[in-house]
């Protein structure tokens, strides 16, 4: 078999077997989910935001990209559920004093940020959580060794919140603490849950809608018997006077005071009018009155008409 020079090829040789898939180091996935923004693949700076699925990412390049959709190539595919700001929570981050921005090992890397309870750093070894209400970061440890809500507590407590250890502010452990880059299963699990609240976020903008335009209609249209009633409240009847506008009692006494002092004088400058001037004043011919002159002084006062 061969007559090569005694060569005997192996089954290896003769048969092609399916290339096994590359699979991607799991230590490079942890460190671009955890130190690079998940939208512009560049190293996470504050501010930092997250959305409903646990993706970091750079603010200022996420503002890009609702700027510019694009702006960058597979926007689209990573954070295309996000239309808004409103969709996304700014992180309040506790930075990590031991940290230091020389470069080293990729193995010994340390994470700028760490959980304020247990002072763990945010390296993606351990689970870390948010509260959506705040944005405080905690470890999921850290945040579940903290005592829940007792039922006895009343009001706001005693519904099922509690305050958040680092800020004070009322959160729900079943509804505002997400999981800050999870695993498959709770990824699905979390985007099963947005979409539930976009669709009754959305039914409850409706609801609205149609009762405000609702109200809008039956104010529009009133009732016969009030519409007539208002219609016959407004028109004044025609024998009834219209209201004389007020006066203020103090304006009145004054120009009736100044109206009689100048009576008073006018009637003083006549008591020592001489004769000649009076009778420039008084009427001719016994008190007849008679209308001569031209066109021009026609009803006119003349001297010497």
């Not at 460190?31 to 923004?37: I, S």
């Not at 926007?75 to 020389?102: E, F, M």
């Not at 695993?183 to 976009?198: F, I, R, S, T, V």
């Amino acid at each position: 078999m061969g007559n090569d020079g005694g060569s005997i090829p192996d089954r290896r040789d003769l048969v092609k077997t399916k290339a096994k898939a590359e699979q991607a180091d799991k230590n490079n996935q942890t460190l671009a989910a955890w130190f690079f923004c998940a939208l512009s693949k560049r190293p996470l700076q504050e501010p930092i935001v997250s959305c409903a699925l646990g993706k970091l990412y750079n603010k200022d390049a996420l503002l890009e990209y609702l700027l510019d959709k694009s702006a960058y190539g597979d926007g689209a595919k990573i954070c295309g559920h996000i239309k808004s700001l409103k969709d996304v929570v700014t992180l309040r981050l506790t930075h990590n004093p031991a940290y230091t921005s020389s470069p080293s090992d990729d193995s010994n890397k340390r994470s700028p940020f760490i959980c304020p309870l247990t002072l763990k750093e945010m390296t993606g070894n351990i689970p870390f959580v948010y509260v959506a209400t705040c944005g405080c970061v905690f470890s999921a440890a850290g945040l579940k060794a903290i005592s829940v809500p007792s039922s006895s507590s009343s009001g706001e407590e005693g519904s099922g919140k509690e305050h958040c250890p680092h800020c004070a502010k009322l959160f729900s452990r079943a509804d505002d603490v997400r999981t800050i880059n999870p695993g498959p299963e709770e990824l699905e699990k979390m985007m099963e849950k947005m979409l539930a609240a976009k669709a009754s976020t959305k039914s409850n903008k409706k609801k609205r809608k149609d009762l405000a335009s609702a109200n809008g209609a039956s104010e529009d249209v009133a009732p016969p018997s009030k519409r007539t009633k208002a219609a016959a409240d407004s028109v004044t009847p025609p024998d009834v006077p219209s209201p004389a506008p007020s006066i203020n009692p103090m304006v009145s006494s004054v120009a009736r005071k100044v109206t009689e002092q100048i009576a008073e004088e006018e009637k003083k400058r006549k008591a020592n009018m001489s004769k000649a001037i009076a009778s420039l004043y008084a009427p001719k011919d016994g008190g007849t009155k008679k209308e001569k002159g031209t066109f021009l002084t026609m009803n006119t006062f003349t001297r010497y008409a």
